[in-house]
C-alpha cells in the first residue's frame, strides 16, 4: 500500500487522536478509523520510525504529546499565562534593547526595528530554551537520545488551535 501526501492529512490526525485515547494494535485502528489494515500498518511504521508512535508488544502507544478537544482549557490558560509574563516584560524592556542594538548593522542600516526584533527575539528564545532544558523544565530537542534533533513534534486537534476564546 502506497502512501499519499492527502492520505497523511486525512488519516494522521485521527490515527494520533485514536491513539490518544488507548494503545491499539493495527487491526483495532483500522476497524476504529474505517481503513484498510495494511495502509493503517504502513502508516504505523511511519510514524514508528519518526519516534511519534512506539510498539509495545502488539500495540502501538504515542511517543509524543498529542493535544485534543479536552486540553484546549488547559492550553488556553498556559498561554494567558505566558502573555502576562511575556507582554508585560516586552513593553517594559523593548525601548532599552532597541537602545542596546542601536549600533548594529541592521538598524544602521536603516532595517526597521521590529523587523529586526524578530530576528533577536528567536536568539533570546532559543538562549532560554536552552536554559531550561539545562534546569530540566523542558525535554532536550538535541539530546542524545533524539533521533531527530532540533525539534520535538506534536498533534493537535484544530479545536485546539483557538488560542484567543
Request: charged share 25%.
Amino acid at each position: 500500500v502506497r502512501l499519499r501526501m492527502e492520505t497523511l492529512y486525512d488519516i494522521v490526525p485521527p490515527l494520533m487522536l485514536a491513539l490518544r485515547e488507548k494503545p491499539a494494535t493495527p487491526a483495532d485502528l483500522a476497524g476504529r478509523l474505517a481503513l484498510r489494515r495494511a495502509e493503517v500498518e504502513n502508516l504505523l511504521s511511519l510514524l514508528e520510525e519518526t519516534e511519534c508512535v512506539r510498539r509495545k508488544d502488539e500495540a502501538y502507544l504515542l511517543a509524543i504529546p498529542v493535544f485534543g478537544r479536552q486540553d484546549f482549557p488547559m492550553v488556553r490558560d498556559a498561554l494567558k499565562l505566558s502573555r502576562s509574563i511575556l507582554l508585560p516584560w516586552m513593553e517594559q524592556n523593548l525601548a532599552r534593547i532597541e537602545q542596546a542594538l542601536r549600533e548594529t548593522s541592521p538598524l544602521r542600516a536603516k532595517v526597521p526595528f521590529p523587523q529586526m526584533y524578530w530576528t533577536v527575539w528567536h536568539y533570546l528564545f532559543g538562549i532560554t530554551n536552552r536554559i531550561l532544558v539545562e534546569e530540566g523544565f523542558f525535554y532536550d530537542p538535541y539530546g542524545p537520545a533524539r533521533t531527530y534533533k532540533g525539534f520535538l513534534p506534536c498533534v493537535w486537534d484544530p479545536s485546539v488551535q483557538r488560542w484567543d476564546e
